[in-house]
């Protein structure tokens, strides 16, 4: 069993930056990919960034590919997110997801193929 815990959220003017950190239990990430979903209450879940288990390959959602970066620390077994220029439209609970058995590169980005989520975590854009 995978656990994931999300810290790093909160309240930031328009603009800003963030970064968002998750770290996993139960497994170590070097044999996980990772990813950041977002969801704003009343709409569809959002893929945000995501990154293979080595950190070969990421995907990040292209109209945020200007703004947000995802990187991984296997050593600590952690995920970031960063995210600059934040928005208002950003506003969202992200959560972080996990699994051990993405088939390829092409699946990186699917919430689907997740198996693994944290709690997820509050950010709030004001403007």
């Known amino acids: 069993q995978v656990q994931l815990v999300e810290s790093g959220g909160g309240l930031v003017q328009a603009g800003g930056s963030l970064r968002l950190s998750c770290t996993a239990s139960?497994?170590?990430?070097?044999?996980?990919?990772m990813g950041w979903f977002r969801q704003v209450l009343g709409k569809e879940r959002e893929t945000v960034a995501a990154?293979?288990?080595?950190?070969?390959?990421?995907f990040v959602q292209y109209s945020m590919s200007d703004r947000f970066a995802i990187s991984k620390d296997n050593a600590k077994n952690t995920v970031y997110l960063q995210m600059n220029k934040l928005r208002t439209e950003d506003t969202a609970l992200y959560s972080c997801?996990?699994?051990?058995?993405?088939?390829?590169?092409?699946?990186?980005?699917?919430?689907?193929?997740?198996?693994?989520w944290g709690q997820g975590i509050q950010v709030t854009v004001s403007s």
């Open positions: 997801a996990a699994d051990s058995s993405i088939p390829g590169r092409r699946y990186l980005g699917n919430g689907y193929e997740y198996a693994y």
């Open positions: 139960g497994r170590a990430a070097s044999a996980l990919a």
């Open positions: 990154i293979s288990g080595n950190g070969d390959a990421t």
